[in-house]
């Protein structure tokens, strides 16, 4: 048995196609225009998954740039690339390090975060304004930066653990 034929569509013009997507196109110009009254930028006081709340990316070259910030306001001296040295050289930029193996750890307080600081010189060289959470990127290195800034005069003097 022969397979019934389809029924046959017809063909459009070349020049009704363009005219629909001309007109289409022109009502999705137009439609951002009809009822506007002013331009205005949506804002956000909350930040998008990309940023801090203070509005720096949310990685490790916001998380320092946000603790110099700090650090500029409170006169904690140091610089992007020597806190960068040193928490390349501690955590390699990993804000959930912990170090379980350490003379610190078999005391019980292992060394925590970005810039591996233990809980008792993170609270006593917290800084006012970040976080209380050991492992807050910015909380970490602005205390850490704090704590090298009183003992050795500033996180750029540090080469080596501290």
């Known amino acids: 048995m022969p397979a019934a ?32 009254t002013s331009a ?16 720096y990316p949310n990685n490790l070259d916001g ?45 019980g307080i292992p060394s925590k975060g970005l810039l591996q600081v233990i809980d008792p010189t993170f609270n006593a060289y917290h800084v006012a304004g970040t976080s209380f959470n050991i492992y807050d990127p910015v909380a970490n290195i602005t205390a850490a930066c704090n704590y090298a800034a009183a003992r050795y005069g500033s996180i750029d003097n540090v080469f080596g653990a501290y």
């Open 5 to 36: 034929a389809q029924p046959r569509r017809p063909r459009n013009n070349r020049l009704v196609r363009a005219l629909v997507a001309a007109g289409t196109g022109a009502a999705v110009l137009a439609l951002p225009l009809i009822g506007a």
């Open 40 to 55: 205005t930028a949506a804002t956000s006081s909350t930040p998008t998954a990309g940023t801090t709340l203070a509005g």
């Open 63 to 107: 998380w320092i740039r946000e603790s110099l910030a700090i650090m500029a306001e409170k006169g904690i001296p140091g610089t992007y690339n020597g806190i960068y040295r040193n928490i390349i050289r501690e955590s390699s930029g990993n804000p959930n390090a912990i170090n379980l193996w350490d003379s610190n750890a078999a005391k």
